[in-house]
């Protein structure tokens, strides 16, 4: 299987991108900086673009049959609003080359998890990211994909151990983190499993 990780350069993507080719996947990274990728493989193809311009993005998805975006906005940004822009380009180019399987890293504080005090202070702090990320979930929510929406709780960069929970209604539990590495596991483990499709996943310790 070829897949396109869009945020490959990011803490999760690169674990996503380490760990799709420790698998065998034929894996294409999306990142604005080729030249600080640190990541090397017979397997790996890195894609030089903006997620924010539909031509790039369309061009690096032709020919993919998967695509995960952990897409993140820093910020220190400008635009606090990349990641529902950057998923309409997204949706847009894998419409029209009828690629169906879509995973989607958010985070758990939108929509229906807005609840507890973990997430309001999530709220407090990010504000308009945190909104970017609900405008996102409309959006792949409405695109017809075979899309699975994963909503990990805070991230660190602990060791990857497979020991973690999920579900859609998932009871988070103190200290209500979880590494970047056992994200990445996840996710990848959904590319080819059809039992979260279109379902939005809680993933925590």
């Given amino acids: 299987m070829r897949i396109i990780i869009f945020g ?9 991108t380490k760990q799709t080719l420790q698998k065998g996947y034929r894996t294409v990274a999306f990142v604005q900086n080729p030249t600080a990728f640190p990541l090397k493989n017979k397997n790996l193809e890195i894609f030089q673009g903006d997620a924010l311009n539909y031509n790039q993005v369309e061009n690096a998805i032709n020919g993919c ?3 995960i975006s952990v897409l ?4 220190s940004s400008k635009d606090k609003f ?3 822009k950057s998923s309409k380009n997204i949706i847009a180019a ?14 758990y504080g939108v929509k229906e998890t807005k609840k507890g005090i ?3 202070l999530a709220w407090l702090m990010l504000g308009n990211i945190m909104k970017d990320k609900e405008i996102m979930e409309d959006e792949i929510e409405k695109s017809g994909l075979n899309w699975t929406i994963v909503r990990p709780v805070k ?3 602990g060791k990857l151990t497979k020991h973690y929970r999920y579900d ?7 200290p209500y983190v979880i590494s970047r590495a056992n994200v990445a596991d996840f996710i990848i483990s959904q590319l080819e499993n059809p039992t979260c499709i279109k379902k939005k996943i809680i993933i925590s310790n």
């Fill in 118 to 120: 973990g997430a309001k």
């Fill in 155 to 157: 991230l660190n960069n």
């Fill in 168 to 174: 859609v209604d998932l009871k988070i539990r103190f």
């Fill in 82 to 84: 990349i990641c529902s």
């Fill in 8 to 16: 490959a350069s990011g803490k999760t993507g690169l674990e996503i």
């Fill in 65 to 67: 049959e998967a695509v």
């Fill in 72 to 75: 993140g906005v820093k910020l």
């Fill in 94 to 107: 894998m419409q029209k080359f009828g690629i169906k399987r879509l995973i989607v890293q958010s985070a």
